[in-house]
Nanobody, 122 residues
Framework: QVQLVESGGGLVQAGDSLKLSCAAS????????MAWFRQAPGEEREFVAR????????DYSDSVKGRFTINRDNARNTVFLQMNSLKPEDTAVYYC???????????????WGQGTQVTVSS
């Protein structure tokens, strides 16, 4: 059972940056597709970014493309989400996920973290 723990969330102002981390409990996480999703109050969980097991292939939602960067350090069993030029509409709980298939759908991911809150004030 892979356990994922997110950290790095917080309260920032519009235009600021934050870097989220997702630490995995097992070295085997290096074989998984890793992704970040987010969920705002009253909204469905939405795809943010994903990265292939090797880290070579990345994909982003249109709403964050050009502002967010996903990368991974398999030696440290950790995935990161660098968020720049944050906007109030980025406010949400951010979740890290691991799965066997590259997908934008949350149902395709097998393991989830508990989430970390990101709040962006205007």
């Amino acid at each position: 059972q892979v356990q994922l723990v997110e950290s790095g969330g917080g309260l920032v102002q519009a235009g600021d940056s934050l870097k989220l981390s997702c630490a995995a409990s097992e070295r085997t996480v290096s074989s998984y597709v890793m992704a970040w999703f987010r969920q705002a109050p009253g909204e469905e969980r939405e795809f943010v970014a994903r990265i292939s097991p090797s880290g070579v292939i990345t994909d982003y939602s249109d709403s964050v493309k050009g502002r967010f960067t996903i990368n991974r350090d398999n030696a440290r069993n950790t995935v990161f989400l660098q968020m720049n030029s944050l906007k109030p509409e980025d406010t949400a709980v951010y979740y890290c996920a691991a799965g066997y298939r590259a997908s934008v759908y949350s149902t395709q991911y097998n393991y989830w973290g508990q989430g970390t809150q990101v709040t962006v004030s205007s």
